[in-house]
Each structure stands twice: as C-alpha cells, then as structure tokens.
Nanobody
Framework: QLQLVESGGGLVQAGDSLRLSCGAS????????MGWFRQAPGKEREFVAG????????RHSESVRGRFTISRDNAANTVYLQMNSLKPADTAVYYC????????????????????WGQGTQVTVSS
C-alpha cells in the first residue's frame, strides 16, 4: 500500500509560481505511474499532469501545458508539480495519485485508473 502526502500549496498572485510536492511512503514507488489532478469548487476533478513509471514520460493537460511541469525523484519517493505563470483559473485543491500495473510508458488520465490518492493541497491564485 502507498500513502501520499501533498505539500506546497498556498495563496499567490496571478503570475507567481508554486511547486507542489507529493511524498510517498510504501514499497516500489518507482513502479507507479503518478498523476496530479485538481478540483475547483463546483467543478469535476480534472487531470492536470502525469508521469510514467518508466522513462519519465510526461503528459500535461492542454490548460496547463507550457506553464506546469511534472517530474519525479524516485530516490526521494517524491513527485513534483512546478507551476509557473499561475492564473486565477488554476485555483483548486490539487491531488496527487499513484497507479500500479500500467504498461511501460503509459500515463493514465482517468481518476479510476489510480489506486492511491493524497489528501490534497489548496492552491489559490488571486487576480
């Protein structure tokens, strides 16, 4: 079983940057594809970014591409989300998630494809 804890959220102004971290405790972190999702008030949870367990292949949603970057450090059992040029529309609770058993290079984008979730961290961007 994997436990995930997010950190790094906060209140920032439009145009600022934040780096979210997701620390994992449990075996075989390097075998998990990892993802970041977010959920704004009154909206459905949406995929933000994901990174495969092999080859560090990454994918970002269209709404954040070019501004956010997902990365992982398997030695530290941590996945990151670097968020630059933040916009008020990025305001949401951000969740990291882990998926086991994916094919090499695969990046799941649907919530049900993930096995473990963190508790979330709030990101608020003021205009």
């Amino acid at each position: 079983q994997l436990q995930l804890v997010e950190s790094g959220g906060g209140l920032v102004q439009a145009g600022d940057s934040l780096r979210l971290s997701c620390g994992a405790s449990g075996p075989a972190f390097s075998r998990y594809a990892m993802g970041w999702f977010r959920q704004a008030p009154g909206k459905e949870r949406e995929f933000v970014a994901g990174i495969s367990w092999s080859d560090d292949i990454a994918r970002h949603s269209e709404s954040v591409r070019g501004r956010f970057t997902i990365s992982r450090d398997n030695a530290a059992n941590t996945v990151y989300l670097q968020m630059n040029s933040l916009k008020p529309a990025d305001t949401a609770v951000y969740y990291c998630a882990a998926s086991l058993g994916m094919l090499a290079g695969s990046i799941p984008e649907r919530g049900y494809e993930y096995d473990y979730w963190g508790q979330g961290t709030q990101v608020t961007v003021s205009s």
